[in-house]
């Protein structure tokens, strides 16, 4: 993903909703965000994990699937 700051599109596709200590620790600290098949995954800076292991950001979106 592309933050706005840098040149991303201001989309929601392009989005994470943080409240404003933790978009400041997001940036500072230097983790990243990947998007994969519409789930936002937070990547932590190599000091936090060494292997920089994803981890899911927010709740899983609803697919329009009924659960039987």
Do not use: Q, Y
Not at 21 to 33: G, N, V
Not at 47 to 67: E, L, M, N, Q
């Amino acid at each position: 993903m592309d933050p706005w700051a840098r040149g991303g599109p201001t989309d929601l596709d392009n989005a994470i909703l943080l409240c404003p200590f933790h978009h400041r620790r997001f940036d500072l600290d230097r983790w990243t965000l990947e998007v994969v098949e519409g789930e936002r995954w937070l990547v932590p800076p190599s000091w936090v994990d060494a292997r920089r292991t994803p981890r899911r950001a927010g709740r899983a979106r609803p697919t329009g699937r009924v659960a039987a």
